[in-house]
Structure formats: C-alpha cells, structure tokens
C-alpha cells in the first residue's frame, strides 16, 4: 500500500484542524480581549532505507541517505497574546489593560480565574462583576448613592458620594511567566496551569504590568485580512492533500488493472 495515501490523509487531517482555529478566530472578531490562536505542525517519522553517512562506494560516504516522511500531525495551539486596539465606550466600569496583566475574577467555587476583558458593572450589592456575575478580585465595592467613579492607571477606584470624595479600593493586575500556557475556560477566562506558572500579582503600571484605561475596552487582537489569507492556504493546501490520495488511487488501479 503507498505511504502516500496516509501522508496525504494526515496532511487533510492537520489542515481540517487549522481550519477549525482560523474559524473560531473569525468568529471571535468582536469578542472582548480574545486573544486569536495559531497552528504548529510536526513532520512524522521517517522510514530510512539509506542513512546519511552509511558507506556506499569504496572510496566514500553517501552523503544525505535516503529517507521518506510520513505526513505531518498537530503540535500545538498556541495563543498569541498580542494586545488587541483600544475601544474608547466612556462607560466609567469599562476597563482596558494597556501592556501585559490579567484582571482576576472569583470562581463560584472559590478559584481564580483570569481575565483580559474589562467589561465590568455592578451588580445589585455594588460588587463589580463580569457578565457572567462572577466578582472582581479582590473585591471591590461602589457604594449606594454614587454619582461618579474615577479609576486612575494604577487602578485606584475614587468615587463621589453625598458630595465627598472616596477611594474605595484598588484594582490590581496579574501576569504570567508564559501566558500561552494558560487553559482558556471560555467565557474570556483562563486558568492557571503548571505550563503557565503560578501568578505574580501587582500593581497596574509597576514591574512590567500594563497601566489601565478607564472608559475603553480592549478588542479581540483578530486581523480578519490575514485570518482570510490563512483559510485560503488552508483551503488549497487541504485541496493538494486529497489530490496526492487521489494519484496514489490511480497508481493502484493501474497496477491492479497490469496484474489482470
């Protein structure tokens, strides 16, 4: 049986799978502080007839050998946390991280999880919380009767209430010594695992930390242009695959039909 019926089958198999990332990267291209995905392929082993440096005459040594691949098979996924434009939405709860950081969210079940969209709105006790309710950490809360919130780069939330200035809290950020190795939850939630590292909290604006910027949103960093390229190479090098499958198919039938 050709090997090319198998290399062609995992060749259509990887590009299937990058067709499916360029996908939910379309599909994510409004989506607050997505942060898009990218596709790494690994050749397979090789059957080696002839190695590279095996004797091949009297006098020298072959110089390559003779080695035939076969296919290609996914490596990893990673996500690319390039930052993504700024939406200026004069929400006073709408928050945008400017550089590297992470918002921390409370789990209902008392974990954290991370976060780079700042779509934030209190709830009915004041808490600030993502639309899924889950709470800001550490916690902060507006007090009753607030007529105006001000929160400054470094994160500290001041609020106006009965015609008296107030600092209610501050926001702090979190980092990630490799954040491509966080676990995306959905929800525009990560998870700490051991490939990401343990996070390292801190102040907006200090030891490598991104400053914030109230009022504005942070945009999924999907360039649609270069997505639509991408599922174009896809598509022909998927198209390419099956033609491979389809000679060896041939080949076989005409040896089948010489035999005959």
Known sequence: MPHALWTGASGMTAQQTNVDIIANNIANVNTTGFKRQRVNFQDLFYDTPVAPGTRSSDQGLNPTGTQIGHGVKLSSTPRIF?????????????????????????????????TRAGDFR??????L??????????????????????????????????????EVGTITLTRFRNPSGLLAMGRNLFSETIASGPPTHGTAGVD????????????????IVNELVNLIVAQRAFEMNSKSITTSDQMLQTANEIVR
């Open 129 to 166: 919380v993502t639309p899924d309710g889950f709470y800001l950490e550490p916690r902060l809360t507006i007090p009753d009767g607030t007529t105006q919130v001000s929160i400054s780069t470094s994160g500290v939330v001041t609020v106006i209430n009965n015609n008296t200035q107030t």
């Open 122 to 127: 209190p709830d009915g006790e004041g808490n």
């Open 82 to 114: 390039t930052p993504g434009n700024i939406e200026v939405t004069n929400n006073e709860f709408d928050l945008a991280i400017e550089g590297e950081g992470f918002f921390a969210v409370t789990m209902p079940d008392g974990t954290s999880a991370y």
């Open 208 to 223: 490598g930390l991104g400053g914030l910027r109230s009022g504005a949103i942070e945009k999924a960093n999907v360039e």
